[in-house]
């Protein structure tokens, strides 16, 4: 089972603060840092010192790492032209020594676009589909050849298809709760299935719907990794669990009902039942990020169990 590091940073977090956890994350034993790309803070949250840009960041983070994956849970269609985050992505990669990983997803938050001028189209999965489309095969164009796609929402007519990223393939990840166009594209396009903060009955219905759509379209089941988000809320004993919660505005109960919650041999426990539903990884949703110990307690008495 892989623990991957998942930061919010909207809700209020500088780049040093990002670099930070990300060293501790590497420096412990994680296997990856991941963050949100959002642009506004949600909830009561005054995101304080204002957002940071996920793939600045995440390049930032690349000269100053050197084994953790990196990346995106999930970037948002709406940011960006497909054909600028291809070139961004890869030069990332390139900037990472290939540690990069693409999370890409719909976009969905409609306050965050009128607050910086965003445009918020209504055939956000339509434009989607056609992004993956035009991402991979930027990607997968032989030097030497152009690349042309002539889509509803995009058009690109003899593009060079440059930069290549440094892997000979940039691992995406699709994720969300959607019944039939999520696993269909997932099926198509993803190396890895995410479903976020999904109870275990969902996951496994979610799991097997993906694992459906892939026998359908022609792949092995098994080809893809499937993956949980999931809020993380570790402590030694009753009190510090409590204290982690109220840090980060949420009950002890409804943590461990909707999330990992408890001393390390619960969330070890409850970390075992996903695996059992087909999940190989877990990206820990920390809320807290001025809270090292927290990621210090998971590393060495729940990471340190699974592996």
Known sequence: MDLRIFTEPQQGASYEKLLTVAKATEDLGFDAFFRSDHYLAMGSADGLPGPTDAWITLAGLAR???????????????????????????????MSGGRVELGLGAGWFEEEHKAYGIPFPKEKFGRLEEQLAIVTGLWQTEPGRTFTYDGTYYRLTDSPALPKPAQAKVPVLIGGHGAVRTPRLAARYADEFNIPFASLDDTARQFGRVRAAAEEAGRKPGDLVYSNALVACVGRDDAQVARRAAAIGREVEELKANGLAGSPAEVVDRIGRFAEVGSSRVYLQMLDLDDLDHLDLISSQVLSQLN
């Open 64 to 94: 100053e790492t050197s084994r953790i994956r990196l990346g995106t849970l999930m970037t948002a269609g709406t940011f960006r032209l497909p054909g600028v985050l291809a070139i961004q992505v890869a030069q990332v990669d390139q």
